[in-house]
């Protein structure tokens, strides 16, 4: 889990460009970021939503846990 003020800085930056936030979460090559990155297109409201939502309530450890390159 990250820190409080990693997370704070992830919220902060999500605020001002939301595509940017989910990127330092997820990586710029992720369904998380272009799903932000056309949120924020079509409205820089929906794309702060989106984005404080990745970044607070998925939990990357669901999909991005241990066992993720064990699939061999």
């Known amino acids: 889990m990250a820190s409080t003020c990693a997370l ?3 919220i902060l930056i999500a605020i001002i460009l939301p595509p940017l936030g989910v990127c330092l979460r997820y990586g710029c090559c992720t369904v998380e ?3 932000c990155l056309v949120l924020t297109i079509l409205g820089y409201i929906p794309g702060i939503i989106y984005a404080l939502y ?3 309530f998925l939990d990357r450890d669901r ?10």
């Open 54 to 56: 990745a970044i607070v």
């Open 63 to 72: 999909f991005y846990g241990d066992h993720y390159g064990e699939l061999a």
């Open 8 to 10: 704070l800085c992830e």
């Open 33 to 35: 970021f272009f799903i």
